[in-house]
Structure formats: structure tokens, C-alpha cells
């Protein structure tokens, strides 16, 4: 993939984005939040693709993958004023929409069309599909991680703001009360990935986010999420007494533990 492809669909999705932004003060903190995550995203992915090695022209690809991988949020928003895709449409298939509409990567080769395709459509899945191989399992995983790691940079500065500063749609209208949903507390006691359609308050929709932890990839996803103490910043964040820390320090050690298996292999 030549630098020149990346450099062409960067200027597009500045020029893509940029049509969304003529909305009411509401709408358009909500799409300037997702902008926003993509340039991050990019960043992060910039990052894992160094530390875990990859070749000049997988970081391109990787980093391609991390610039598109949400433009269905922008019609998805438009559309139905909710990111939540229960309740309007898998937002990673209406990426692949805007791919095809746009004849975005018409101009690439097919396999490298297919990686990017394939990357985008299954990067919002609770699991990677087990028919999927190398390569694009690699790239799969690459913006999972990445996407993952800006989430929750997003959340730890959206609840240190007031709620009337915060987007509106990035919390999914779930309320914020005290407590938990005892499916989602099991689930993390059991050190398994909480499941969105379990979250009905917003401290589930948190204990979703800190089981993320244990759904990472990379060595080098590992490291970022612990230097910076994501999954206690989370936990800090949680609206009453909820009487799991034992829990969240479980998944704090399994992540450090993995880190180290990682760098072992």
C-alpha cells in the first residue's frame, strides 16, 4: 500500500467528517467526539504497530484500518441521533457502506482491499470469527486493541467532566444510578468480557469496559493499558458502593499476567 493511497484517504475522511458538522450544539459535540476518537485511534495504532513490529507496509495498512474503522458512526448518527447500534444499525457494516459508496479503496490491490474490508466489518464483535486466518486476523485484532485503548481514554475524560459537558450519546442513554446488573457483575467475577446487551445502568456499561482488559491481543496493548491505569481509573469512576475491588484487582492481575506471558513468548 503506498503512502500516497493513506495520504489520499486521510484527506477524505477530513472532507467526509466535515459534511457532518452543520448540526444543532448537541449533534455536533457527539460527532466531534468521534472525529476526534478516530485521530487517537490512529495514534494508538501507530503505537502497537511499532512495538509489536510490523513491516512499513502493514502499519499502513493497520493505520487505514484505524482511520475508517468508525465512518459508519457519522450517517448512523445522522440517521437515527443515537450511537447505540440496537438501536439503529451495526455501525461497523455501515463503515463498510461508506467504503463501497465512496469507491474508497477502489484503488488498492484486492488483497489489501479485503484485509481493510474485513478489519472494519468484525472490528465491533464481542469475538473474532474463528474462520478468519492471518493476515487479517492480525489486522482484526491491531484495531480491536486500538479501539479498545482510546474507549477508554474517552470515558476516563467524559466522567471527570459535568455531565451537561459530556456528548450525549456516548453513554448509550444508560442511566446513571447506583449499583450494578448482577449478570454483568458474574460475568466479570468470572473473568469473562461483559456483554453490552447485559448493561442497563451506566456502571455496568463501566464494569463492560473494564473487562475489556481481558480481551487484549498484544504485549504492547498490555502496556498501555497499564501504564495508564485504565482499569483503576475506570473503578474509581463507579457510581456507589458496588463491593467488587476484589473483582477489579483480579482483572488488574490477570492483565499483568498476560503482559508478562507475552513478553515471555
Known sequence: ?????????????????????????????????????????????????????LSVNEARIAATVALLHDVGRFPQYRCWRTFRDRDSDNHARLSVEV??????????NPAERLL????????????????????????????RDADKLDIWRIFLELFALPVE???SAATLDLPDLPGCTPACRDALL???????????????????????????????????????DYIPGLAGTLNGELD????????????ARRAASFQTQ
Not at 457527539?30 to 509489536?52: P, W
Not at 467504503?99 to 488498492?108: K, S, V
Not at 451506566?202 to 491481543?217: C, R, T
Request: aromatic share 6%; with cysteine; glycine share 6%.
Open 190 to 228: 468470572a473473568q469473562h468480557v461483559v456483554r453490552l446487551e447485559q448493561c442497563r445502568v451506566l456502571n455496568d456499561f463501566k464494569l463492560l469496559q473494564i473487562s475489556w482488559a481481558l480481551d487484549l491481543g498484544f504485549a504492547s496493548s498490555y502496556r498501555l493499558l497499564l501504564e495508564r
Open 165 to 167: 459537558q459530556r456528548a
Open 99 to 108: 467504503l463501497a459508496e465512496h469507491n474508497l479503496l477502489d484503488r488498492l
Open 1 to 53: 500500500m503506498e503512502q500516497q493511497h493513506v495520504a489520499g484517504i486521510r484527506q477524505w475522511f477530513g472532507d467526509y467528517t466535515r459534511t457532518f458538522l452543520d448540526t444543532d450544539p448537541e449533534g455536533l459535540g457527539n460527532i466531534l467526539l468521534k472525529i476526534e476518537h478516530t485521530r487517537k485511534v490512529c495514534e494508538v495504532s501507530d503505537i502497537l504497530a511499532a512495538g509489536e513490529g
Open 116 to 143: 481493510i474490508e474485513e478489519a472494519v466489518r468484525f472490528h465491533n464483535l464481542l469475538e473474532l470469527p474463528e474462520r478468519v486466518s492471518s493476515p487479517t486476523r492480525l489486522f482484526m485484532q491491531l484495531i
Open 244 to 255: 467488587i475491588g476484589s473483582t477489579i484487582e483480579g482483572v488488574q492481575r490477570e492483565a
